[in-house]
Nanobody, 125 residues
Framework: QVQLLESGGGLVQPGGSLRLSCTAS??????????MAWWRQAPGKQRDLVAS???????YYSGSARGRFTISKDNAKKTVYLQGDSLQPDDTAVYYC?????????????????WGQGTQVTVSS
């Protein structure tokens, strides 16, 4: 059983920065090979991958995120971070943390077994 707890969302002015955190609480057996990711969903749109990172530390970024978002993790804390810079109104969305027990760098949300509740990020002046 896994619970993912996100934090760090809020209101950001255009051009500003934000750092999101997601901590995994696992009980029972947890495979060593996994991928944690940040997805986002704007109103009326599908859920899109922002970035992912494997347990081995390999990051992957979607085209729209590359250069403005940075994903990182702290294995000891079982926490993954998403740093977003130069944020624009189009980045407004609910951001979700997700966990898959495999190495995966694609954009199929059904691959991920566990999801957090989401944290709202609003970019507006």
């Amino acid at each position: 059983q896994v619970q993912l707890l996100e934090s760090g969302g809020g209101l950001v002015q255009p051009g500003g920065s934000l750092r999101l955190s997601c901590t995994a609480s696992e009980t029972g057996f947890s495979p060593s090979r996994n991928t944690m990711a940040w997805w986002r969903q704007a109103p009326g749109k599908q859920r899109d991958l922002v970035a992912s990172i494997t347990s081995g530390g390999t990051p992957y970024y979607s085209g729209s995120a590359r250069g403005r978002f940075t994903i990182s993790k702290d294995n000891a804390k079982k926490t993954v971070y998403l740093q977003g810079d130069s944020l624009q109104p189009d980045d407004t969305a609910v951001y979700y943390c997700a966990l898959a027990y495999r190495y995966y760098s694609g954009n199929r949300p059904d691959i991920y077994e566990y999801w957090g509740q989401g944290t709202q990020v609003t970019v507006s002046s």
